[in-house]
């Protein structure tokens, strides 16, 4: 958990985002926490479609880059493992 919040907790502080876009975040965190995994997919799926039904490009606005760092984040938090 450690590392998916320190990962995370970068991302959060250098960019502004809504408090849904937090919540979003949040969401990520703690189904790592849970899962030890997530997949690109699962973003755009139960649990991550609550605030907006096309879940990660629906909450950030189709903005190409927050997503692209996103989908970076999470592509290199699975590379590690983490739990």
């Known amino acids: 958990r450690e590392t998916v919040v320190k990962e995370f ?7 502004q985002l809504s408090s ?3 919540q979003f975040i949040e ?3 703690e189904f790592y ?3 030890g995994h997530l997949d690109v997919a699962n ?8 605030i907006d039904e096309d879940g990660l490009d629906g909450v950030f606005d189709n903005n190409a ?5 996103l989908v970076e984040k ?5 590379e590690i493992k983490v739990g």
């Open 9 to 15: 907790g970068q991302f959060l502080q250098n960019n």
């Open 33 to 35: 926490t849970e899962k």
């Open 74 to 78: 999470v592509r290199t938090l699975n």
């Open 20 to 22: 849904n876009q937090i």
């Open 65 to 69: 880059k927050v997503i692209d760092l």
């Open 43 to 50: 973003l755009y799926e139960p649990p991550f479609d609550f």
């Open 27 to 29: 969401q990520m965190i």
